[in-house]
């Protein structure tokens, strides 16, 4: 088979809130329908009232991707300003009930909030998927998919935005894995040794009518039921674009360097889930801001140093692939914080003025919203 593409397709989800008072509001049909005649199919509601889904086209390199979800943002926004309100890329909202919010436009939703039942309450996340292209070879899909399963920790430490949750600091850096932990067929997936072993766990679920299709399994990181791609889908939505970008372009080195591995008859370690798990609790928990399990050396080292080293590992695949800059934005990132460590800063500075709590936390949202318009292409500018 041909070598693959490693393209990129990227999806987030967005909160729509009030743009004076930062409070969720619902999407108004005028603003879906406006913003499908801007930007056609690339937009879609989701599970909850307050929030929306762009996704882009399939991009060759990273700088595809770039222009594409500059387009996205920059017209999803625009549409929003018109209509009073702004989007917000942080995974769980600072103070909101999501008990008080409704489903989202189309049946789909209803039929989702039946099926898992009281978990539906809580459910208000947003997240980042990224699909990387391996073409039609479906073996080369699970067995990346057993290795790529280690570096899914450094993912959700780079990622980490949501550190809030109904007007407290949850001491997490992303409460949003907490809730969305609790969904069926969720988190690290199995380990895989072939594609025939897939579709039968799959096809079980399907014949036993429990699912339509695959894509009703929602693991941190699958083979895609549409798509001839993997799709890592761990990630916190981030209000930077760049950071965004940069941890995209992670996602992709990780699959070319592996399949490189491959064809220099190599592999990397599959570990044991239970040390994965560790390491993607450290991750949710401390963010950039802490240590990960050194798994070949058996001892806890600051995610920013093991990330160092994964991306000296990465240089030849981040060349190959157009994406040198934005690999190495993982670095900072992992130096300065990711959005939770940012939050954090900006409501500890608006209480040492004398903010209430939820007037800080209100005044950090307006930061977010700003962060979300940097480099986008829209009539919308930051203040």
């Not at 004076?20 to 999407?27: G, N, W």
């Not at 889908?233 to 992709?252: C, G, K, N, T, Y």
């Amino acid at each position: 088979m041909p070598d693959p593409a490693f393209s990129l397709g990227i999806e987030e989800e967005y909160l729509v809130v009030d743009k004076t008072t930062m409070d969720l509001a619902a999407v108004p049909n005028e603003m879906l329908d406006a913003a499908k005649k801007r930007l056609g199919d690339h937009v879609s509601p989701e599970f909850r009232d307050c929030q929306i889904e762009i996704g882009t086209s399939v991009a060759a390199d990273i700088a595809e991707a770039r222009a594409d979800l500059a387009h996205l943002r920059g017209g999803l926004a625009e549409v929003a300003d018109d209509r009073g309100l702004a989007l917000v890329a942080v995974s769980c909202h600072p103070w909101a009930d999501p008990e008080s919010r409704g489903t989202g436009h189309g049946a789909r939703y209803d039929k989702i909030a039946e099926d898992i039942g009281g978990i539906a309450r809580r459910l208000m996340t947003c997240g980042m998927h990224v699909h990387v292209g391996l073409g039609e070879d479906q073996e080369l899909r699970t067995d990346l998919m057993a290795q790529a399963t280690y570096f899914l920790p450094f993912v959700l430490a780079l990622s980490a935005s949501s550190p809030y949750w109904r007007g407290e600091d949850t001491r997490l850096s992303s409460w949003r894995l907490n809730i969305f932990d609790q969904c069926p067929r969720s988190g690290l997936p199995p380990r895989i040794d072939s594609w025939a072993e897939y579709r039968k766990m799959t096809g079980a679920l399907v014949e036993a009518g429990i699912i339509e299709d695959a894509s009703k399994i929602w693991w941190d990181l699958r083979p895609s039921e549409a798509w001839p791609t993997l799709e890592t889908r761990i990630a916190d939505v981030m209000p930077r674009m760049e950071e965004a970008l940069s941890v995209a372009a992670f996602v992709q080195c990780v699959m070319r360097m592996l399949w490189r591995l491959k064809t220099e008859n190599k592999r990397w370690r599959v570990y044991d889930r239970f040390l994965i798990e560790e390491n993607r609790w450290r991750a949710q928990r401390y963010g950039t801001e802490g240590t990960l399990l050194d798994l070949g050396r058996n001892e806890l080292r600051p995610m920013e140093e093991l990330l160092g080293e994964l991306e000296e590992m990465m240089e030849t695949d981040a060349q190959a692939l157009g994406c040198l800059d934005e690999l190495r934005g993982t670095r900072r990132i992992a130096h300065r914080g990711s959005s939770a460590t940012r939050q954090r800063r900006a409501y500890d500075a608006a209480i040492s003025k004398g903010a209430e709590p939820r007037e800080a936390l209100r005044e950090m949202l307006h930061g977010v919203a700003q962060e979300f318009l940097e480099g986008v292409e829209s009539g919308v500018s930051p203040k």
